[in-house]
């Protein structure tokens, strides 16, 4: 394989056929530093004041999340809380602050830094994660 400049932060590889395959967009903006997976189906409730939303999880990483179907009000820089089931009858709850907003408020999606998480929940998150991404490798 062979890589192939493209303007900004596209690369596309050539295999040795020179036959070009198709471009990937490289996340070298990326403020996360950990490496996302994506569940399946994962639903999880976002408690805002004492409003609570049912949401989705679109990726999940050991530093945060990205929820589907956020509440419009959510601002961002704003904290809330989000409890989530993993591995079975586990609960995640934790702190959250949103780090970005984007689409409409019908559709708004939120990507979301974990605050001050205890021990027993990091630990928890980190074996969800590794039975995760052991499904994704099989799958």
């Not at 809380?81 to 591995?87: D, E, I, P, Q, T």
């Not at 709850?93 to 205890?118: I, K, N, T, W």
Request: one cysteine or more.
């Amino acid at each position: 394989m062979n890589e192939v400049e493209w303007p900004g932060d596209e690369v596309a590889m050539t295999n040795d056929a020179n036959l070009e395959l198709p471009q990937v967009r490289l996340a070298s903006t990326d403020r996360r530093e950990n490496l996302r997976l994506r569940p399946s189906a994962l639903s999880a409730l976002v408690f805002i004041g004492a409003e609570k939303y049912i949401v989705s999880i679109r990726d999940i990483s050991k530093s945060g999340v990205k929820v589907v179907n956020a509440p419009p009000e959510l601002s961002e820089g704003q904290e809330f809380s989000l409890l989530a089931g993993l591995n079975g009858p586990n609960l995640l709850q934790v702190r959250c602050r949103a780090s970005y907003l984007l689409g409409s408020p019908a559709r708004r999606e939120v990507g979301a830094q974990f605050m001050d998480m205890h021990a027993e929940d990091t630990q928890q998150l980190l074996r969800y994660l590794e039975t995760l991404g052991m499904e994704i490798l099989y799958r």
